[in-house]
């Protein structure tokens, strides 16, 4: 079995002696180098721009401007392309923006011989504006009067959609947007969530150059078959002419899951006269100038009734979307939809949704994908009701929880497998839930601790809300061993071993026999959409284990030519054997070497197969940490902390653990000190950097426990279901929730900041 094996990593030897290449390894020297011009201004217009100056300095190749780009706008979004118009993202953004939307837009680039060359022309052009005031906050960009920041969208929403539940009149009334609850326990709150960065080592870069009449993009990217029809899109020419190269790259977490600035180096190269170009983003460009988490209120109502079932819940989610649209009404989208899914309604449900547009740094898809917003909310609003009405908190999530066979009315998924109670259970036991609850009860003092929990569900993919497909190619070698091509990334999750995992299970060889092609090029590697949406081992999985499963047949089916009367063969280890005795008939590769060189029947043995994956599934999971609160300084430590996952059947355990460890540290951060801050006359990110900017490191964090439970999903390739991002999910609000046991105030804005503590302190009278 070579799933559920705890294997070293493939790229593991590579990558800690520093032979892995990244994209700046590959970049050819000399090279063109590129640099942007950012707005200073964060709302208006570029009304003329003087670039003489730059353009004379020697070594300047190009300058270029926003009146220079293509007229045309394109979408940026890591999804699907779509035949229907209406499933299609976005397209509010140019190559170069005369518009200006966000402080640092990007209004102009230089070409130039050197990198330094390119910084000095910069400061050169000079460049007049019409200013506007900057609009920071959704309640600003919906005020009556406010001009919009994109024509298209008069009032500055860029999407709202409503979903009801059935409500039954007798009991629910619906009038003018707000659900009522008559005759249950009433519970209201309001929560807020911040916006960060994902802060991954590798900044965004890419080079690009041109072959024949087509453009080569090598960029680090998560999608390297959408950036290469994104490119064909912003230029405007057939998607055929672009070529995209993805090599190693040092992490994502959903930042590149956007095409970023691949199109408008593609296009500098093309300017250059197609001599290689190379774009590299600063880290304060980085921040600035790509995606990051959005950051979305929430005002939640719910219904209750008296034996703790949750009988109806309202959610009202308005998401920061910042200047333009990048992944657009998709994420507050799923936020409300998660809110709906972990715990069920027994009578109603209702959501109401708003993306808007504002002059912030634009969020995009960032690990979660809009469920790390919305299980605060809802992990809080639990907690709070709980307290409110004297229930048990976790008697109370696991009477309402989502029950196996569920199917969420709305969109169909089905909970196919779940063991969330069996999480639970287990995170109690280890964290002493019970008796650390009753040791931590009416403290005094200013140090005190406490204990706080919170559970989570994640789907598996985005079916149906879009296109899930895969190809996956497995090509014998002459030795025996086989090749195994994808278009799915490796972006440090450990993509790469899994997949040789499951390839080498579906052939019957060890996973030392399978040879991944780590690095995507659009050229010859299958289509795959990308890294994403906790996606890749539950749907490439199912194009995998089907090219396997068909390369296996063929390779037997070759063996019978060679093996007269063996019917009941199969491929054990090395060898082909007798599928009865499991006698050793034949080496692989000694097959390989006769189906190679035979005069006789000369086969290149090859499988290739797509999966079009029509179905989804829940994981589950939770969180449970002990904290001690420094009252007077507003300091919270993390004492103790676990995650509990069910990831259905774990393809390989230790790199399970070492995910659920790189989530649950953003977590922390997310939990404690991590928001981007602006200034709010100008609209300048003020903390755009990893000084200011307080991500916490190896010293600010505890032990990392993380924990599971296998349940076997009948949906998943090999009984498998979502991991990459579910373990960012619950650790925030069980943070929150453990500093409400510990001091009986309730903070409902993220993060959990010394400030804000301090200021909720004095208001719930624990401080002077």
């Not at 994109?150 to 947007?177: Q, W």
């Not at 929990?453 to 497995?474: C, D, N, Q």
């Not at 086969?603 to 002990?626: I, M, V």
């Not at 998943?716 to 929150?736: M, S, T």
Request: charged share 20%; hydrophobic share 40%; glycine share 8%.
């Amino acid at each position: 079995m070579e799933i559920g094996r705890s294997i070293q990593r493939v790229d593991a030897f590579d990558k800690v002696t520093g032979r892995a290449r990244f994209t700046d390894d590959l970049c050819p020297r000399p090279i063109l180098e590129a640099r942007i011009l950012h707005s200073t201004i964060a709302n208006g217009w570029v009304k003329s721009m003087d670039v003489s100056r730059a353009q004379a300095l020697p070594g300047v190749v190009k300058v270029l401007t926003c009146f220079d780009v293509p007229p045309h706008q394109y979408p940026t979004p890591g999804h699907p392309w779509s035949v229907e118009e209406a499933h299609q993202d976005v397209s509010d953004r140019r190559l170069l923006n005369q518009r200006v939307r966000i402080y640092g837009d990007d209004i102009a680039a230089v070409v130039a011989e050197d990198a330094l060359t390119a910084r000095r022309a910069l400061g050169l052009i000079q460049v007049e504006y019409e200013e506007y005031p900057p609009v920071l906050t959704p309640a600003a960009a919906l005020a009556e009067g406010t001009p919009p920041l994109h024509e298209e969208y008069p009032g500055n929403v860029l999407k709202r959609h409503t979903a009801e539940i059935p409500l039954p009149e007798s009991d629910f009334k619906c009038a003018e947007d707000v659900l009522t609850f008559p005759g249950y326990h009433q519970f209201r709150g309001h929560y807020e969530t911040q916006q960060v960065q994902h802060c991954h080592m590798e900044p965004p870069i890419s080079y690009a150059y041109a072959e024949g009449e087509r453009i080569c993009v090598v960029t680090s990217t998560q999608i390297p078959h959408i950036v290469r029809r994104v490119v064909g899109q912003a230029l405007g020419i057939p998607w055929g002419r672009v070529r995209v190269v993805k090599p190693y790259i040092g992490g994502g977490f959903g930042n590149k899951q956007e095409v970023l600035y691949e199109p408008l180096n593609a296009w500098l190269c093309a300017q250059a006269g197609g001599r290689p170009v190379r774009l590299e983003v600063s880290r304060e460009e980085t921040f600035q100038n790509t995606r990051s988490r959005h950051p979305i209120s929430f005002d939640v109502r719910a219904a209750v009734d008296g034996d703790g079932y949750l009988m109806a819940r309202e959610c009202v989610a308005v998401s920061n979307q910042g200047g333009y649209a990048s992944h657009g009404h998709a994420i507050v989208s799923n936020a409300v939809t998660g809110f709906r899914q972990t715990y069920l309604d027994q009578l109603a449900h209702r959501s109401d949704a708003w993306t808007v547009y504002t002059n912030i740094a634009t969020p995009g898809a960032m690990r979660g994908y809009g469920i790390p917003q919305a299980n605060f909310a809802l992990e809080c609003m639990m907690e709070d009701i709980a307290l409110q009405y004297g229930l048990d908190p976790l008697a109370f999530r696991l009477q309402n929880l989502m029950p196996q066979g569920y199917v969420d009315p709305l969109n169909g998924i089905v909970c196919h497998s779940t063991g969330a109670r069996e999480c639970v259970e287990k995170g109690r036991h280890f964290i002493h839930w019970d008796e650390l609850r009753a040791k931590y009860q009416n403290q005094t003092g200013p140090v005190r601790r406490g204990v706080g929990m919170a559970v989570f569900s994640y789907k598996t993919g985005v079916w149906p809300i879009s296109l899930e497909t895969s190809s996956a190619r497995v090509v014998l070698n002459q030795d025996g061993t086989v090749q195994l091509q994808l278009g799915a990334t490796e972006i440090g999750q450990g993509g790469d071993t899994v997949f040789s995992q499951m390839a080498a299970q579906a052939i019957g060889i060890p996973t030392e026999d399978v040879h991944i092609v780590s690095t995507q090029d659009t050229d010859t590697a299958p289509f795959d959409t990308g890294a994403y949406a906790s996606r890749q081992t539950y749907v490439t999985g199912h194009a995998i284990k089907k090219a396997g499963l068909q390369f296996r047949d063929k390779v037997l089916e070759y063996a019978r030519e060679l093996l007269p009367g063996g019917e009941k063969l199969d491929i054990q280890g090395r060898n082909v054997v007798d599928g009865a005795s499991g006698e050793v008939l034949l080496p692989l590769a000694e097959l390989a070497l006769t189906a190679f060189y035979s005069f006789g029947h000369s086969e290149h043995l090859t499988a290739e197969a797509t999966s079009q994956c029509r179905d989804n599934t829940f994981s589950f999971g939770c969180c449970f940490a002990e904290i001690e609160v420094d009252i007077p300084v507003g300091k919270i430590k993390v004492l103790n902390i676990v995650n509990v996952h069910d990831s259905g059947k774990l393809i390989n355990p230790k790199l399970a653990e070492a995910q659920v460890h790189g989530g649950m540290s953003m977590g922390l951060g997310y939990a404690l000190s991590e928001e981007m801050k602006y200034d709010p006359k100008t609209g300048r990110l003020l903390n755009g950097n990893l000084l200011d900017y307080k991500m916490p490191t190896a010293l600010d964090h505890p032990e990392l426990h993380a924990l599971f439970v296998e349940t076997e999903d009948p949906s998943g390739p090999f009984g498998n279901k979502a991991l990459g991002e579910p373990p960012a999910i619950p650790v925030a609000p069980a943070v929150r929730n453990a500093l409400l046991h510990a001091t009986g105030v309730a903070v409902n804005t993220l993060p959990l900041s010394p400030q804000r503590l301090v200021e909720a302190f004095r208001e719930g009278g624990l401080l002077e």
